[in-house]
């Protein structure tokens, strides 16, 4: 009996030793972690925005997170915006389900506030009212350079060969594609995860709203002069000569990467989708604060 | 010959325990239904005017995530008894998400009824056969994840003993995924304890095969006998560990846990089985002395793994 | 000193993990598809190996024996969860790519079977030396198969392209079981045109 006790004592010891040590390695690595996962979400932002690579982010650029939440009260399901305001503030824009605008409801909050989740969600909860449940939806990017519109970074997500396929789309003020990065995902090495290839991914530069509506994804190999300008680093061609060929193929559809047609279909989809709904969603928010007056930062 | 017995036992519990459940199951799945890729069916449970229904404008379509974002309804159509509508739409729908239907004023004889909501979605029974059949075949944890090889190639020179393995592996790992499926959602998570799963899930399964080894040895030494060995090395295979991670991982719920842990299990015994086969033979055959053993089996498991790769896109439904 | 370089060596060659004990098979398919990944679990696996061993070793007297197994588990499991955080804070980018099979080396089977068969019966210098020269065979393992599957696979080394070269069956999964195969059918004959002799190979667990 005596043996048990002590058996018990010392294993009883053993898990709370590690569990006090993984405590204090957690407290301490925790805030690492995000503040890492947040710099790499801001590089993946200006690389896709043109930045990177050797080429510095300019001082003026000014990229402006918009949170959309799905807001649901008793009666109604409507949408909110948090935009950044001109005089630093936030605030929460409703609209209902079929665009019209409802209110601009100003939030008590600070920068720090708005960037952590938890926060966030209680500043949000707190403007509307009571009855109302708030749940996140997505987070799409404004980047300003100076006083001027340089584009839009908006996440996706759709459904890929194994699991999902979390991607970003940037456009440019026009709502043409300027590139598309994957951001996770769990395709087949060497045959579906050659989407985050940038052979792959540099199709669908420069492809405009009025193409992307009827874009395919076609089994053909890829034109060999193409593969030149998709591949830059690979081959010696000249700014000029990669303009002009990319320039030739702008209306081609998507070529499937070999033995990857699904996850190939699944990213060109995935990429119609995103840009479809965020045209129509950021149209539906510029009237509306249009209307409303509301002052946005970007 | 017991083994097979007992297998068998086991198989008729599962079989039991599915049944009862898909009723459970089922009702969750809503009162709509994908038809093709372009259509949805709805029931409304009583005849409905036509030239109501024929009108695209009564119904709004969107997915659940995108309820500002509604799809085009192309036309209805409604069968003989006027009870079912099949909407048919332009562009095909997205059949892993949940649509939403909404049918305003839905008019019955003339008089209005109000508006109603339906819920479309893959059934659920459908999601999780086909999370099992993934688990099983497609994302087979020993040929496409590649883990819990020590034991498969340890245990995998006969076939009886591959057979007692896999069925001693396939319980303990569905139990344990059940297990440490409540603990992290109900303990870990809710607590905010998140850093601890790999701890809290080594032990669980560690505690889990001790209990079992003292009850079998009590309750069926018969069974012990057979068995007894392979519950210890279960602690070292690397999936009893991978399931419960990756069921965290992915926010799986509890059914959805149960069904992956089963896959894992069942896929794991056929891949001891069909090792085991090959091996029996291996035994025969004139196989280069370098290679004899283990460098032999790791060229098959190699050859299987090419094979298994067949199964990559495979979807009933 | 002299038996703390045997005690590396061991490790590296004649009791390689990979290849001669057949132990923690599976991170040597799963992540050898390019050195990158090989090299950085390796590194993770010496440091969880000798950081256990030497904790082992330090309070091998105070383990009461009948509880031995459960308690290296969880000295193992808490070594773990240490690494799997600090590189999820500090290298989220490579992290990402192996972070389940991080989260794994709890069960990989040489870390638990060098505590007990060495460990917890040597005092702390030899323990370090033993775990860091099972540890660095381990990283040996695995660097040279993905060497092989990343230079043939996809004609890089390191991520450098060198070659042309694309032979895509050695970056499927099936490609890992026939590297390591071949490799240890190598080393078995190796051994059997210095000594004269085959090996009983492996099987353990």
Redesign the interface.
């Known amino acids: 009996m005596k043996e048990i006790i002590k058996i018990t004592i010392s294993l009883t010891a053993i898990c709370v030793a590690a569990a006090l040590i993984l405590g204090a390695v957690f407290a301490k690595t925790e805030d690492v972690r995000k503040k890492n996962q947040e710099k790499i979400k801001e590089e993946t932002i200006q690389g896709l925005l043109g930045f990177g690579h050797g080429k510095k982010a300019p001082e003026d650029l000014k990229i402006f997170p918009v949170q959309r939440y799905v807001v649901s009260e008793p009666k109604a399901t409507l949408l909110g915006y948090l935009v950044p305001l001109k005089d630093k503030g936030y605030a929460l824009v409703t609209v209902d389900l079929a665009g019209k605008p409802l209110k601009a409801i100003p939030l008590k909050a600070d920068a720090a506030k708005i960037a952590d989740a938890g926060t966030r969600d209680a500043a949000v909860k707190e403007a509307l009212p009571k009855d109302a449940k708030a749940t996140y939806a997505d987070t799409v990017y404004v980047a300003n350079l100076g006083d001027k519109r340089l584009g839009y970074v908006v996440p996706g997500v759709t459904q890929g060969f194994k699991t999902f396929v979390n991607l970003m789309v940037s456009l440019n003020p026009d709502f043409t594609v300027t590139g598309i990065e994957i951001t996770k995902s769990e395709e087949d090495p060497g045959l579906g995860d050659e989407i985050k290839r940038d052979y792959f991914k540099n199709q669908f530069k420069g492809k405009t709203l009025e193409i992307l509506k009827t874009l395919k994804v076609v089994k053909e190999p890829l034109p060999t002069d193409y593969l030149v300008a998709l591949d830059p680093s690979k081959s010696k061609a000249t700014q000029d000569q990669i303009g002009q060929i990319s320039e030739k193929h702008l209306k081609d559809d998507i070529y499937a990467l070999t033995g990857a047609t699904i996850s190939s279909r699944a990213v060109t989809n995935g990429v119609k989708e995103t840009v479809r709904k965020f045209v129509y969603r950021f149209g539906i928010l510029a009237d509306v604060m249009k209307q409303e007056n509301v002052q946005a930062a970007f | 010959m017991n083994i097979c017995r007992f297998a068998m036992k086991a198989a008729w519990v599962f079989l039991l325990l599915l049944v009862i459940a898909s009723p459970v199951i089922a009702e969750t799945a809503g009162s709509g239904a994908f038809k093709k890729d372009k259509e949805i069916e709805i029931s409304f449970g009583i005849p409905v005017d036509e030239s109501w229904a024929k009108n695209t404008n009564n119904f709004s379509v969107f997915e659940k995530?995108?309820?500002?974002?509604k799809v085009a309804v192309e036309s209805v159509e409604l069968d003989s008894r006027r009870v079912t509508a099949v909407l048919k739409f332009k562009e095909s729908l997205?059949l892993?998400s949940e649509y939403v239907v909404e049918a305003k004023d839905v008019s019955s004889e003339g008089k209005v009824l109000g508006s109603r909501e339906f819920f479309v979605k893959k059934g659920q029974f459908q999601i999780l056969f086909g999370l099992l059949l993934a688990a099983m075949l497609i994302?087979n944890f020993v040929?496409?994840?590649?883990?819990?090889?020590?034991?498969f190639?340890?245990?995998s020179q006969k076939k009886e003993t591959a057979v007692g393995m896999g069925i001693t592996f396939t319980l303990v790992m569905v139990l344990s995924a059940i297990i440490s499926w409540a603990l992290y959602t109900y303990v870990l998570r809710a607590l905010h304890l998140d850093?601890?799963k790999?701890?809290v899930f080594?032990?669980t399964v560690?505690i889990f095969v001790q209990a079992v080894d003292t009850i079998l040895r009590k309750v069926n030494p018969y069974l012990f006998k057979k068995l007894g060995v392979y519950l210890v090395?279960i602690?070292?295979?690397?999936i009893?560990?991978?399931v419960p991670?990756?069921n965290a991982d992915?926010n799986y719920g509890a059914f959805e846990s149960l069904i992956f842990g089963l896959g894992a299990g069942v896929g794991f015994a056929i891949a001891m089985f069909l090792m085991a086969s090959v091996r029996e033979k291996l035994e025969l055959a004139r196989v280069?002395?370098?290679?004899?053993?283990?460098?032999?089996?790791?060229?098959v498991?190699?050859?299987f793994?090419?094979a298994f790769?067949g199964f990559?896109?495979l979807s009933i439904f | 000193m002299n038996r703390n370089v045997t005690l590396l060596w061991n490790g590296l060659i004649p009791e390689n993990p990979i290849f001669r004990l057949a132990l923690s098979l599976c991170p040597a398919v799963a992540v050898t598809t390019s050195v990158k990944n090989g090299l950085y679990l390796g590194i993770a696996v010496i440091f969880v190996q000798v950081l256990s061993s030497c904790t082992v070793s330090i309070f091998k007297s105070l383990i009461h024996p009948r509880i031995r197994i459960p308690a290296y588990v969880i000295v193992i499991a808490l070594w773990v969860s240490v690494i799997d955080m600090v590189l999820s804070a500090y290298d989220p980018h490579t992290y990402e790519k192996i972070e389940l099979f991080i989260k794994l080396i709890v069960v990989f089977a040489i870390i638990i079977s060098r505590l007990e068969l060495f460990a917890s019966k040597e005092p702390l210098v030899p323990s370090f030396f033993d775990g860091l020269g099972m540890g660095i065979g381990f990283t040996f393992g695995l660097c040279l198969v993905s060497a092989i599957r990343e230079f043939f696979g996809l004609g890089q080394i390191f991520g450098q392209d060198i070659v042309d070269l694309k032979f895509l069956v050695m970056i499927l999964p099936a490609g890992g079981f026939f590297v390591i195969g071949f490799v240890m059918a190598t080393f078995n004959w190796i051994e059997y045109k210095i000594t004269g002799k085959i090996p009983a190979s492996g099987g353990g667990h």
């Open positions: 995530p995108d309820p500002d974002i997205n892993s994302e040929f496409t994840k590649y883990l819990g090889l020590c034991i190639f340890g245990v850093f601890l790999i701890i080594i032990g560690a090395l602690t070292t295979n690397c009893i560990l991978a991670l990756l992915r280069p002395a370098t290679f004899k053993g283990l460098p032999i089996a790791f060229v498991t190699g050859l793994a090419l790769l990559s896109g």
